[in-house]
Every structure is written in C-alpha cells, then in structure tokens.
Nanobody, 128 residues
C-alpha cells in the first residue's frame, strides 16, 4: 500500500525553527516529485514548496522564500522541510504529496490535483 507519513510537527515560538519529514512506505520516492502544503483552520489548503525527483527543481511560495528549505534523501525515502524564522501565520496542518515530475512541474506544483498520494498531515503551531 502506497503511503506517505509526515512527522516532526509541534509547538514552536515565533522566530524558532522546525524540521518536518515526509517518509514513504510501499513505494520508492526516487521517481516522484514531492510537494508540501499547509492548511490553517478555516482556510483552504495551500502549496508551500515542491521538489523534483532529482532535486534539480525546487519552488517556494513568496511567503516562505528565504525561510523554508525543501530537501530530499532518496536513500532514506524521505523528504524534509526545514522551517526557520517561523511566524504565527505559518501555523497549520502540513501535508506532503507525491506526483510525477511531468504532472507536478508541467504546470503549477501548487495545484492539489497534480498529486496522486497524500499523507495525513502533521500539526505546526507557532505561538508564544
């Protein structure tokens, strides 16, 4: 069964850092692009960042540029999102999703429909 599992969320103070992970089971991430999304309470799920299967392409939405870094370790079948200088508006459930490079980077990698497999999410709360 293809599965993505996010971990590493938690409570952090404004200005703090957190690294969340997306681990795959039942399949290899080697051939998949990965996107990170977040959803704040009462709001739509929005794209945050995405990375191609070879790590050659990495995109970030403007609100996280310079603060977040996406990376992957295909040997560990895991993708990471390092989040620095966190702000209260970064609060939400963070989800990872997998799709083909062609689908994900053929258009906007922030479109939910280009992804085939989704994780269950990990909560990130930025608050003092």
């Amino acid at each position: 069964q293809l599965q993505l599992v996010e971990s590493g969320g938690g409570l952090v103070q404004p200005g703090g850092s957190l690294r969340i992970s997306c681990a795959a089971s039942g399949f290899s991430l080697d051939d998949y692009a990965i996107g990170w999304f977040r959803q704040a309470p009462g709001k739509k799920r929005e794209g945050v960042s995405c990375i191609s299967s070879s790590s050659g392409r990495r995109n970030y939405v403007d609100s996280v540029k310079g603060r977040f870094t996406i990376s992957r370790d295909n040997a560990k079948n895991t993708v990471y999102l390092q989040m620095n200088s966190l702000k209260p508006e970064d609060t939400g459930a963070y989800y990872c999703a997998a799709g083909s490079d062609l689908a994900v980077f053929g258009g906007s990698c922030y479109e939910l429909v280009v992804y085939d497999t989704w994780g269950q999410g990990t909560e990130v709360t930025v608050s003092s």
